[in-house]
């Protein structure tokens, strides 16, 4: 599937913060299916028990994942989230290649409504989420915060020359 745009990552946020050195630094690709998807691996520093990643964790990715999802629908909105459920189907690696694809189920002016899914490189289903958004201007996000500022948060464009991701593997996809 092609990739229409990278999206840009963040300085300090614990999923793609850049300069977040115990974050997960995961990178999100707008999809021409409107979906997003990011090719990551979580680190040893993110488990729970020895080779399997905490479920916060876990849950903080697909939170992630679901909002991001407005971009790749076509709109520039931002959210806070309101609703998160997550079920947990299989232990998930640290240090493994993993895809995450999250795709807008509900868009209105005010809420978004996004299924995230995180598979292994085999395309089994590790956990899924489903989250409820409200869209809110930045502005009555982070208040007293310019929104020059927070858009500098959003600073990094890390270019990696991806223009395809193939997740045919993916069953149901």
């Known amino acids: 599937m092609k990739v229409v745009e990278k999206q840009r990552n963040s300085s300090m ?11 997960i630094q995961a990178q999100f690709y707008s999809m021409e299916d409107k979906s997003v998807i990011s090719l990551f691996s979580f680190k040893e520093k ?16 697909l939170d992630e994942l679901g909002l991001r999802a407005i971009w790749a629908y076509g709109k520039s909105d931002f959210g806070v989230t309101m609703d998160l459920s997550i ?3 299989k232990p998930v690696p640290y240090d493994a290649p993993l ?12 809420f978004l409504k996004a299924d995230a899914f995180l598979y292994d490189k085999e395309g089994r289903l590790l956990s899924e989420g489903v989250g409820t958004y409200r869209l809110l201007p930045l502005s009555k996000i982070a208040k007293g915060e310019s929104e020059e500022l927070i858009h500098q948060e959003l600073k990094y464009y890390v270019e990696d020359g991806i223009k395809d991701i193939d997740i045919s593997f993916i069953e149901g996809i």
Do not use: E, W
């Not at 614990?14 to 115990?22: E, I, L, P, S």
């Not at 080779?51 to 964790?57: E, K, P, S």
């Open 13 to 23: 946020c614990f999923v793609c913060g850049m300069d977040n050195k115990d974050g």
């Open 46 to 61: 993110h488990q729970s028990f020895p080779g399997r990643v905490h479920g916060g964790v876990i849950s903080s990715l």
């Open 87 to 89: 079920k947990y189907r």
């Open 99 to 110: 895809i995450a694809v999250g795709k807008v189920t509900y868009c209105s002016t005010m």
